[in-house]
């Protein structure tokens, strides 16, 4: 397991955890990212923001945050 | 009068702005949502004779109260209780576009879907049983593309046959724990409730334990309101136990739980290479790399910066002189007495000083516009994220940063871009320190007269000392008045798409008459003060020694020797500065040389190098201009920022000049 922003170009990796307050699980949430969603990198912008795709969308994610999205790689 | 009154909601991206547009063509009008400076849009159509007025909900994922949007969206559906509820779902994005439909069907709503972007669902080959979703959620849903207007004949019928549904709220089985809870805390609500709460009691419940803090506030109203919060908090936390996690995830995982096996019983997909990288993911890993991204975005905005006054400034030059012509005329034709100077250098003038932005405006919103709908905005937010977060900001504060080294109405104007009202108003409150257009002609005058031969390197640092101003500022303000509160980063990139004429026209022209509306009445009124204080007592020359205003300079013409300009012509040149602070150099021209010509000879009998320096500081620092002050007004709906970008301003101007005379004084 290692935070989303430690992940590489290109990786598909699983969401394992959030850690971080309520407001923030639930505003990542609705947007359909938590606990078993896929997510695949475009662009980690590290130490900036991470460029993330969910099926079809896209989604910007400040580096504070995507620090504590804990995620751990899919082998397809 | 509107017999019936729908609303639009959906997910920011999924075609609600098209939806809108096609539905009510030109019969909008804009506005803001009652206390907020959120644009409000509203549109009108007549189907088989029944008026039909549309309301346009801002873009959002969900009814919960993360941001400043979803509680207008709940607030209105909850309160306003419109008859019929469109939502607006990419069906290319089916899973997480339904999660707001099933929200809203959780909340009892008279729901018509728009399945959008059916083109997309097609060209990809899916299989989308259209019945079988309408069934399974028991309200009608319509296949479109809005773009093309496909489908929006049988939306039209839809929602006037839809009028009368009462569809019963959508019931998700959350599990028997949450169960439990629910309907001990449903039925505690049952027993209290009143009629001004249009929801079911199970959604407020569902609320509450979602730790919904804006339900919370209406619940509290309530008889026994709160002795029901304290009851769902003393629920959420044995829940939180008993679940090992967030209740609040854990329905909202639900909910997606529920959606996936709806999506799987109506949509086939079929199998192939999901994970491949599109076009636009090609160009986002140039425009956000981590080492090009800056530079491209910086590029951009230089372009955009060339075009509004390199184009517009012509144009406002054509304004100012017309009304110039006018106001001549008008003296002309009445002869020169007080009626004739409040004519034309009150209201003529005024008038003109409004419209004189209108180009630069017009055309920075077209900018705007045509950014904005190519996706390319987001990405701009994305990139500068990391830097402004330093200072306190959001990513998308640096767009009006930098528009506003040309005009700060238009840049001030911009930070509607941003959710979080606390970014907003920080943003709007430094943005004054950037040095606009209009300040730049005093720099030449004073800079060439004193330092002709480092001008530029005169100008240039002045630029640079209102950033440091603006930077300082932003981390003072932030520790004093919004104690940390950080809004991190999180937001959804739009594939790259080509903008649509009408979109950007629309959007341009209704954001250019909400400027003329609100900024324009604030900018007439202090111009026509001004011309006042300047011709009272009757009779006297205007602007001279005798005047009102000549009088006024007297007075706080020693509260500027420290600075190293204490005399009156120059306390009366700031204050015309207020009204645009190009009007310094026109002021000091007729009260120090009779004319701007020959000015530059002049002024090394009032200032020394010294002197001129600080006036040029303070001219940078102090108060924006009316214009400005105008359009913080209406930006951020309240005196008391204005006020404190006001009086911020002037004491850091003040402080600035007064300090760099003494100490310089000091070395040389």
Not at chain 2, 208 to 224: A, F, G
Not at chain 2, 266 to 292: A, F, M, T, Y
Request: hydrophobic share 45%; proline share 5%.
């Amino acid at each position: 397991m290692c935070p989303l922003c430690a992940v590489e170009n290109g990786r598909i990796v699983e969401v394992m955890d959030i850690r971080g307050g309520r407001g923030m699980a639930g505003r990542l949430a609705v947007m359909g990212i938590f606990p078993g969603s896929r997510l695949r990198m475009i662009q980690n912008g590290r130490p900036g923001p991470v460029m993330v795709a969910l099926d079809e969308k896209r989604f910007g994610i400040g580096y504070g945050m995507a620090h504590r999205i804990f995620v751990r790689p899919v082998t397809e | 009068m509107a017999e019936i009154t729908i609303c639009l909601g959906g997910n920011p991206n999924a075609g609600k702005t098209t939806v809108f547009n096609k539905l009510t063509g030109a019969h909008q009008k804009v506005g803001n949502w009652p206390g907020v400076t959120v644009e409000k849009k509203e549109g009108e159509y007549t189907y088989l004779g029944k008026t039909i007025r549309v309301v346009d909900l801002p873009g959002t994922y969900s009814l919960t109260s993360y941001s400043l949007d979803e509680r207008i969206a709940s607030d209105f559906l909850v309160k306003e209780h419109p008859d019929v509820t469109v939502v607006i779902v990419d069906a290319s994005n089916l899973e997480s576009n339904l999660y707001l439909a099933i929200e809203l069907l959780e909340l009892g709503a008279n729901l018509v879907i728009d399945l959008n972007m059916m083109d997309v669902v097609r060209h990809k080959k899916w299989q989308l049983d259209v019945e079988k979703l309408s069934k399974t959620l028991g309200v009608p849903v319509i296949p479109t593309v809005a773009k093309k207007a496909e489908g929006l004949e049988t939306l039209r019928q839809t929602i006037l046959a839809a009028r009368d549904h009462q569809p019963e709220p959508l019931k998700i089985n959350y599990g028997l724990e949450v169960e439990e809870a629910l309907s001990a805390l449903t039925d505690l609500i049952k027993r209290s409730k009143d009629s001004s709460l249009y929801a079911p009691n199970r959604w407020l419940a569902l609320k509450l334990l979602e730790n919904n803090t804006q339900i919370k506030e209406w619940v509290r109203t309530l008889p026994k309101g709160e002795q029901i919060i304290s009851k769902s908090e003393d629920l959420a936390t044995a829940l939180n136990d008993r679940l090992g996690r967030d209740v609040e995830a854990f329905v909202i995982e639900k909910r997606f739980g529920f959606i996936s096996g709806l999506v799987r019983k109506c949509c086939r997909k079929p199998l192939g290479p999901e994970e491949r990288i599109s076009i636009s993911d090609k160009i986002d890993q140039l425009v956000l790399n981590r080492w090009l991204g800056i530079p491209i975005f910086l590029v951009f905005m230089w372009f955009t910066f060339k075009l509004v006054f390199d184009l517009g400034n012509p144009l406002a030059d054509y304004i100012d002189t017309g009304f110039s012509w006018l106001g001549g005329q008008t003296t002309a034709l009445l002869g020169k007495n007080w009626f004739s100077s409040l004519l034309s250098e009150g209201i003529i003038g005024g008038v003109g000083s409004v419209l004189v932005f209108l180009p630069n405006i017009l055309i920075l919103f077209l900018m705007i516009g045509i950014l904005e709908d190519c996706g390319y905005m987001s990405r701009a937010a994305f990139v500068m994220d990391r830097f402004m977060q330093r200072l306190g900001l959001h990513g998308k504060s640096s767009i009006p940063m930098i528009l506003g080294f040309g005009c700060n109405i238009p840049a001030i104007m911009a930070c509607r871009t941003l959710e979080s009202p606390k970014d907003r108003i920080l943003t709007i409150l430094i943005n004054p320190f950037m040095s606009c257009s209009a300040r730049l002609p005093i720099y030449v005058l004073f800079a060439g007269a004193f330092f002709p031969r480092q001008s530029g390197a005169v100008i240039f640092s002045l630029y640079i000392l209102g950033m440091v101003m603006a930077i300082l500022t932003a981390l003072l303000f932030n520790k004093l008045f919004f104690k940390g509160e950080s809004s991190p980063l999180i937001m959804e990139l739009p594939p790259y798409r080509l903008p649509t004429v009408k979109n950007i026209v629309m959007h341009m022209w209704h954001r250019a008459s909400v400027f003329i509306k609100n900024a324009g009445t604030i900018i007439l009124a202090g111009v026509i003060i001004i011309w006042l204080l300047a011709s009272m007592p009757v009779g006297v020359e205007y602007a001279s020694e005798q005047s009102w205003i000549g009088q006024i300079g007297k007075i706080f013409a020693p509260l500027f020797a420290p600075a190293g300009f204490g005399f009156w012509q120059a306390a009366v040149a700031l204050m015309f500065g207020i009204v645009a602070k190009e009007v310094v150099v026109g002021t000091l021209g007729t009260l120090l040389a009779g004319g701007e010509e020959g000015l530059s000879e002049v002024l090394p009998q009032f200032f020394n190098g010294l002197a001129a320096l600080s006036f040029m500081v303070m001219s940078l620092l102090y108060i924006p201009c009316i214009a400005t002050i105008g359009v913080i007004r209406s930006e951020t709906n309240s005196w008391k920022w204005t006020g404190l970008a006001v009086g911020w301003s002037l004491l850091v101007g003040w402080l600035s000049a007064v300090v760099l005379y003494q100490l310089g004084q000091l070395f040389a």
